[in-house]
């Protein structure tokens, strides 16, 4: 009981957005809920909706060690990156405690789920496992042994805190900066 509610206290947000069915929905809303964190829900929200229809690709340029992404229409930030030499796309989220993969691509990567992981997500308690990722890179930037979650029910990559908080990470003018502090 100790390790599952260690397990839920450090992956707890990390995956926001699981569909209930399984299956991703035409459209995902992004709203506020009581304490003023985001969720990403099917269903539309009562207020401060944002309406997400389709996840976008990264836009990203490399400028003397830093790494800009430009904001999506959608509010949110892509950025490229490769995990054990495969290409994948992320978002970037700031609220998410750590990097979570959907089950096809880690298996796709040759990255082996270590041990079982519940996580509290918007959707509830999700099932997954964790992992070790050899190795991340993106921009100008390689990093190694970089621990994530696994999950079937995910099906957008996030690239979490536990990354990002290595880094000096500013937001301005729809922009994104990251860079080596």
Not at 75 to 81: K, P, T, V
Not at 140 to 152: E, G, H, M, Y
Request: net charge positive.
């Amino acid at each position: 009981m100790a390790m599952y509610i260690n397990i839920v206290a450090i992956l707890s947000v990390i995956i926001l957005a699981i569909p209930s069915t399984g299956a991703w929905a035409a459209s995902v809303y992004k709203c506020k809920n009581q304490q003023g964190e985001l969720i990403y829900q099917e269903s539309p929200c009562k207020q401060d909706v944002q309406a997400i229809s389709a996840w976008g690709a990264a836009e990203m340029q490399q400028l003397d060690g830093m790494l800009v992404l430009r904001q999506r229409g959608n509010g949110h930030y892509f950025l490229e990156a490769t995990v054990n030499d495969k290409v994948l796309t992320f978002l970037v989220d700031t609220g998410a405690t750590g990097v979570a993969l959907p089950m096809s691509f880690a298996l796709s990567a040759k990255i082996n789920c270590r041990n079982k992981a519940y996580m509290e997500t918007a959707n509830g308690i999700a099932e997954g496992c964790t992992a070790i990722i050899s190795r991340l890179a993106f921009g100008s930037f390689v990093l190694t042994d970089v621990p994530a979650v696994i999950s079937k029910k995910l099906n957008q990559p996030l690239l979490g805190m536990n990354v990002l908080q290595k880094f000096k990470v500013e937001q301005h003018d729809g922009e994104m900066r990251i860079s080596t502090r």
